[in-house]
């Protein structure tokens, strides 16, 4: 999570200038394509809300002349497909700042037990960011992803066997 799209230099939750709030994915095109990566952000929102600021509006970032032309692909057969104009905003990268510390991991960050146990495997704000395996119980327990989709990757995780049954417990209704 953090801030990009503006001018103002070290923007911060509550000094954002002109930025927008967003996320910053780095991705391995030999594990998912940047085509299926868009197709990802377009199924995610919907292209034709209008946010009411710009701290929040719908935007896509792209880097190269590549993406930009995927994007624009992507943006023809989005249109194609709904009713109203779309919203969401096509803008060059022009950098990105991380979020402070407590803009991070909102459902992990609510979860005491969870938070306890992935602070003994990364103890620096900056690990416990940057970790995968954060992101993903972030996820599930902010209520995205499937029970079986927990249960086919809950060992690689790192939980300890507790926290495994209570995340299981929380996604899925149940221990396993």
Same mark, same amino acid.
């Not at 190269?64 to 194609?80: G, H, M, P, W, Y």
């Not at 919203?87 to 979860?111: C, I, M, N, W």
């Given at each position: ?49 209008? $946010?009411?600021? !710009? ?6 970032? +792209?880097?190269?002349? /590549? *993406? ?64 995968? $395996?954060?992101? !993903? ?6 209520? +995205?992803?499937?029970? /079986? *989709? ?27």
């Amino acid at each position: 999570m953090g801030y990009a799209g503006g001018t103002k230099p070290s923007p911060t939750y509550h000094n954002l200038g002109d930025h927008t709030e967003t996320l910053q994915i780095d991705f391995d095109p030999e594990v998912i394509s940047y085509s299926e990566l868009l197709r990802v952000f377009w199924d995610s929102h919907s292209p034709e809300h209008r $946010a009411w600021s !710009r701290q929040y509006m719908a935007a896509v970032f +792209y880097h190269n002349e /590549e *993406q930009k032309k995927a994007i624009d692909k992507s943006l023809t057969r989005v249109a194609s497909r709904i009713t109203g104009k779309i919203q969401t905003k096509v803008l060059p990268y022009t950098g990105f700042t991380l979020a402070e510390d407590y803009h991070q991991k909102h459902a992990l960050r609510r979860s005491q037990w969870a938070l306890e146990e992935l602070r003994q495997m990364y103890p620096t704000s900056q690990g416990l960011v940057g970790s995968t $395996a954060a992101a !993903r119980i972030n996820g599930y327990l902010a209520g +995205y992803g499937r029970c /079986e *989709q927990l249960q086919d990757e809950i060992d690689e995780l790192g939980l300890s066997a507790e926290g495994s049954k209570r995340l299981l417990e929380k996604v899925c209704g149940r221990g396993t």
